[in-house]
């Protein structure tokens, strides 16, 4: 420790504003025993017994009160020897789930205006800059936000689109459209030429494992951009096998222990789906898939969603029956949480991973849920 930290630490311990009992910081210590990820962002909590500082939805066991200094951000918990939270990387604002969010809302934004509204118009929407704004969608969607808008113009064109057909097929389906101009939108859209998409994912590379989990095996497969395929099941060669069914031309290379990581984050996100780390994801679909997946991923856990509701959402009320399509066609098991999509009278539905394992998803969800409303908040 030098002695400028030294001198600075002294002053934290003499200086209480950012640790007193105000309200302020009763609402800041709230919101880090809630994990509440609205927070995030907006301050950050350091820890003086483990000199770490976390954002307020951070997934780490909540510390003990009298160890807890408040700051307004890395930058200052910095200043005083605090190093940044691996798990919930602090300085990355704002996390996962709220640059989804703001995806999503942008996203809305795009399908309910009758002309492409301008990167301005979108950044103000959900008050960042342009210049993030427009990073954050590309980072989430892998597309731009022109892109984007573009892809929902032709979304019906998509649609028709399956892995199965050819190109061609879905073009002659749709004469009002030349199948240059087609070509083009669908290249801009997806982020990739329509024939890499039906061709089931060549160019990509997939490296994949698999590991035990409480609701059987599972299989990650990720590409270098992140995961693109959860797959659950009982035998590692099933769900072999389906990974290459849905990447028939992608490179599938069975990987050492370089996705380590990522497979202990993905065990994670099904134990405990709440506390989840920030997992990045390859996903690929038609467009009108994407909406559906992205959506979905607004639903939290414990939360449950009927197929009719999802279709309004992503502004498309008499699409239901595409929308449970895209649901079972989901690569991405419980990082997109089509589990949590369930018939309008509230029975369960299908589930392409088994209805037992999305009754079992469930009811734990719920359980958490309930735990967590009656538990002490100090
Ligand atoms: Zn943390």
């Given at each position: 420790m030098t002695e400028a930290i030294r001198q600075k630490r002294n002053e934290l311990a003499a200086d209480g504003s950012w640790s007193d009992g105000s309200a302020e910081n009763q609402g800041r210590w709230d919101a880090v025993v809630s994990r509440d990820r609205t927070q995030d962002g907006l301050f950050v909590y350091a820890v003086i017994s483990t000199r770490i500082y976390c954002r307020p939805g951070c997934g780490s066991r909540p510390?003990?009160?009298?160890?807890?200094?408040?700051?307004?951000?890395?930058?200052?918990?910095?200043?005083?020897?605090?190093?940044?939270?691996?798990?919930?990387?602090?300085?990355?604002?704002?996390?996962?789930?709220?640059?989804?969010?703001?995806?999503?809302?942008?996203?809305?934004?795009?399908?309910?205006?009758?002309?492409?509204?301008?990167?301005?118009?979108?950044?103000?929407?959900?008050?960042?800059?342009?210049?993030?704004?427009?990073?954050?969608?590309?980072?989430?969607?892998?597309?731009?936000?022109?892109?984007?808008?573009?892809?929902?113009?032709?979304?019906?064109?998509?649609?028709?689109?399956?892995?199965?057909?050819?190109?061609?097929?879905?073009?002659?389906?749709?004469r009002a459209v030349s199948a240059s101009q087609f070509y083009a939108d669908m290249s801009r859209g997806l982020g990739m030429a329509p024939a890499t998409f039906v061709k089931g994912g060549k160019g990509m590379t997939i490296h994949y494992a698999t590991a035990a989990s409480n609701i059987g095996r599972v299989l990650v497969g990720a590409t270098d951009r992140g995961v693109c395929a959860i797959l659950i099941g009982d035998d590692p060669e099933v769900l072999e096998r389906d990974l290459r069914d849905r990447f028939p031309a992608a490179a599938i290379i069975e990987a050492?222990?370089?996705?380590?990581?990522?497979?202990?984050?993905?065990?994670?996100?099904?134990?405990?789906?709440?506390?989840?780390?920030?997992?990045?994801?390859?996903?690929?679909?038609?467009?009108?898939?994407?909406?559906?997946?992205?959506?979905?991923?607004?639903?939290?856990?414990?939360?449950?969603?009927?197929?009719?509701?999802?279709?309004?959402?992503?502004?498309?009320?008499?699409?239901?029956?595409a929308v449970a399509n895209a649901c079972g066609e989901n690569p991405l098991a419980v990082a997109v949480p089509c589990?949590?999509?369930?018939?309008?009278?509230?029975?369960?539905?299908?589930?392409?991973?088994?209805?037992?394992?999305?009754?079992?998803?469930?009811d734990r969800e719920r359980r958490d849920n309930v735990a967590r409303v009656l538990s002490p908040q100090t």
């Open positions: 510390p003990h009160r009298k160890n807890v200094r408040f700051f307004p951000d890395g930058t200052e918990a910095r200043k005083y020897g605090f190093r940044a939270c691996k798990r919930c990387l602090p300085d990355d604002t704002p996390d996962w789930a709220s640059r989804t969010m703001f995806v999503s809302r942008m996203c809305r934004l795009i399908e309910t205006s009758s002309r492409t509204p301008t990167l301005a118009l979108l950044a103000k929407s959900i008050g960042y800059s342009p210049f993030h704004s427009h990073r954050m969608f590309l980072e989430v969607t892998g597309i731009t936000p022109r892109a984007y808008a573009v892809s929902v113009r032709t979304a019906a064109l998509m649609t028709s689109l399956s892995a199965t057909e050819k190109v061609t097929d879905a073009i002659h389906g749709d050492g222990t370089e996705l380590a990581t990522t497979i202990t984050q993905v065990v994670s996100l099904i134990h405990e789906p709440e506390t989840a780390t920030h997992l990045p994801l390859d996903i690929r679909g038609t467009a009108f898939q994407c909406r559906v997946w992205h959506a979905l991923r607004e639903v939290r856990p414990g939360e449950t969603i009927a197929y009719s509701q999802l279709a309004e959402r992503i502004g498309n009320p008499s699409a239901s029956r589990h949590r999509v369930v018939r309008s009278d509230g029975t369960l539905g299908g589930y392409r991973w088994g209805v037992e394992r999305k009754k079992s998803l469930l």
